[in-house]
């Protein structure tokens, strides 16, 4: 149809054809020859923005998408795969949006709806409402480079921050935060009920969040402790695991 026109070619849908104009037969004895084709195709995709990394989705279905070189937030229909929204950019013909540097991580709160980004480089975090796909609040930290978030159950932010070997609780409503002294650069972040799941370099360390202590270290490799580091951890209420995803380990 992009060739010949809407209506205009015939509706082999769920089949790959060739279509040949003009071709002599000569060559191969005024027969059709024998073709081998191979057929690649690519999944289905949303195309957002350059440098895409934070994924998150609201109760609604919709993704919301970090894209940190451009420093928007990309709203898409997960169904249509249509992009819905493009956050934080006043002038629809420039390059850079209007966030913080550089929105890396999202996540959305169960209780509220809200969106919240994580902006590595400025050190901030910023609030979305799906409501009005706007920003509604942009929140400082007082430390530099917030890495992953997370935010449980009740509805309160956890953010990490690796180089300061420290994890943060954001209150949602004041924003007060209270810092948490985690070694081994903490990274991947998970709510479990009164628990704080925290990936690190060479293990995943479990916080109580009642007492603010650490009651396990889990070792999940061995080898020099600053090689890899825990980033995506996922829990199955399935089957009451958690899973952590090893970055270079494979």
Same mark, same amino acid.
């Given at each position: ?46 195309? @957002?923005?350059? &440098? ?23 709203? @898409? ?7 819905? @929204? ?10 850079? &949006? ?43 930290? @007082? ?44 990274? &991947? ?62």
């Amino acid at each position: 149809e992009a060739e010949e026109g809407v209506g205009a070619v015939p509706g082999y849908r769920g089949l790959a054809y060739l279509l040949f104009e003009a071709l002599d037969l000569t060559r191969y004895g005024n027969h059709l020859p024998n073709v081998s084709a191979e057929v690649i195709a690519s999944l289905d995709r949303i195309v @957002a923005e350059e &440098g895409v990394e934070g994924l998150a989705q609201g109760p609604d279905g919709d993704l919301w998408i970090c894209c940190h070189t451009r420093r928007v937030v990309v709203r @898409a229909d997960p169904v249509s795969l249509r992009v819905k @929204a493009t956050i934080a950019r006043a002038d629809a013909r420039a390059y850079l &949006g209007d966030l913080p540097a550089h929105p890396w991580r999202i996540a959305v709160s169960p209780t509220t709806g809200l969106v919240w980004v994580v902006c590595l480089a400025d050190r901030a975090l910023v609030i979305l409402d799906p409501a009005t796909n706007a920003v509604v609040a942009i929140v400082g930290l @007082a430390e530099n480079y917030p890495h992953e978030i997370t935010i449980g159950a009740d509805g309160i932010p956890w953010v990490s921050f690796p180089l300061q070997n420290k994890v943060c609780r954001v209150d949602p409503v004041t924003h007060a935060q209270a810092y948490t002294a985690v070694t081994g650069a903490p990274h &991947g972040l998970l709510r479990v009920g009164d628990e704080l799941w925290v990936g690190c370099n060479a293990d995943i360390k479990v916080l109580n969040l009642a007492t603010m202590t650490v009651t396990h270290t889990l070792r999940v490799r061995t080898g020099a402790p600053d090689a890899f580091f825990t980033g995506g951890l996922a829990w199955s209420a399935k089957s009451n695991y958690v899973w952590a995803a090893v970055a270079g380990s494979d």
